[in-house]
């Protein structure tokens, strides 16, 4: 009965109306609320709440990308691709559900975007790191460029694994002298100054006190990326390489 319920609810969604010929979801809802492994396989592949999207509610209704990510932080909702041949940006949609595992981590997760969201436009606190070498970067000297921050940690795994596709990143842009890419880690100085020795991260790397990157930042998972633009204010944050990079190969051509 549950998975007919999830069924008559799509069909009643995207059964009528002038969008139905349109738009429809790139999944079988039925089975993707069958386990918690099948939805989160699907999220990571299919939903990033950090692009721009288009946002319906239950009731294919469009609403802001706010009100969606306020919506999926709070209510017993999950969010969906609609397949969209009228727009470059995804469509999604949300969908009732009942399932307590997938939904406490959909929360999760919608609350941690919505809280980035909410901070874009914001201006950056003022700043001035001295990298390992000696360079000073601070929020004057950076005026009129594009800064990315990585916030990380010697022992965090996820954080060092992405090294090689960092590198690969300031290689990509390497001819570009209007865009910084900077790292910040709290370890003590000696230690971030061996272990980079062994383990290359080419950014600017600075080391700061971890009262600085959990309070002044208010960083609360590693790795954290910032994007700075060149007016100090935040474009936008990620918890990886891989959208860190998406992001600036879209943002930097428009520049």
């Given amino acids: 009965m549950k998975k007919l319920g999830v069924s008559l609810i799509v069909i009643v969604m995207f059964g009528?109306?002038?969008?139905?010929?349109?738009h429809f979801p790139n999944v079988d809802v039925s089975i993707l609320t069958q386990s918690f492994e099948s939805w989160w396989a699907y999220y990571h592949k299919n939903i990033d709440l950090s692009l721009d999207f288009d946002a319906l509610d239950t009731e294919a209704k469009?609403?802001?990308?706010?009100?969606?990510?306020?919506?999926?932080?709070?209510?017993?909702?999950?969010?969906?691709?609609?397949v969209n041949d009228e727009s470059e940006k995804p469509?999604?949609?949300?969908?009732?559900?009942s399932d307590e595992s997938i939904l406490q981590t959909s929360k999760q997760?919608?609350?941690l975007e919505l809280q980035y969201y909410e901070k874009e436009g914001a201006k950056?606190?003022?700043?001035?790191?001295?990298?390992?070498?000696?360079?000073?970067?601070?929020?004057?000297?950076?005026?009129?460029?594009?800064?990315?921050?990585?916030?990380?940690?010697?022992?965090c795994k996820a954080c060092v694994e992405?090294?090689?596709a960092l590198n690969a990143l300031t290689r990509k842009y390497s001819n570009r002298d209007k865009i910084v890419f900077v790292s910040l880690a709290y370890d003590e100085k000696e230690q971030l100054k061996d272990f980079l020795s062994k383990k290359v991260l080419n950014y600017q790397n600075a080391h700061v006190s971890s009262d600085y990157i959990t309070e002044e930042m208010n960083v609360q998972i590693f790795p954290t990326h910032f994007i700075i633009d060149e007016h100090g204010k935040i474009l936008k944050i990620f918890n990886d390489a891989k959208r860190l990079a998406a992001y600036l190969e879209y943002y930097l051509p428009n520049q």
């Avoid at 469009?62 to 609609?82: D, G, P, R």
């Avoid at 469509?91 to 559900?97: E, F, R, S, V």
């Fill in 16 to 22: 009528c109306g002038e969008s139905s010929t349109k």
């Fill in 62 to 82: 469009q609403i802001s990308k706010k009100v969606f990510l306020e919506k999926l932080s709070n209510e017993n909702i999950i969010a969906i691709k609609l």
């Fill in 91 to 97: 469509m999604y949609q949300l969908i009732a559900i």
């Fill in 109 to 111: 997760e919608a609350k």
């Fill in 124 to 155: 950056f606190p003022a700043f001035a790191y001295t990298d390992l070498k000696g360079g000073e970067i601070t929020s004057k000297n950076t005026v009129g460029k594009l800064v990315v921050i990585k916030v990380w940690f010697i022992k």
């Fill in 162 to 164: 992405e090294f090689p």
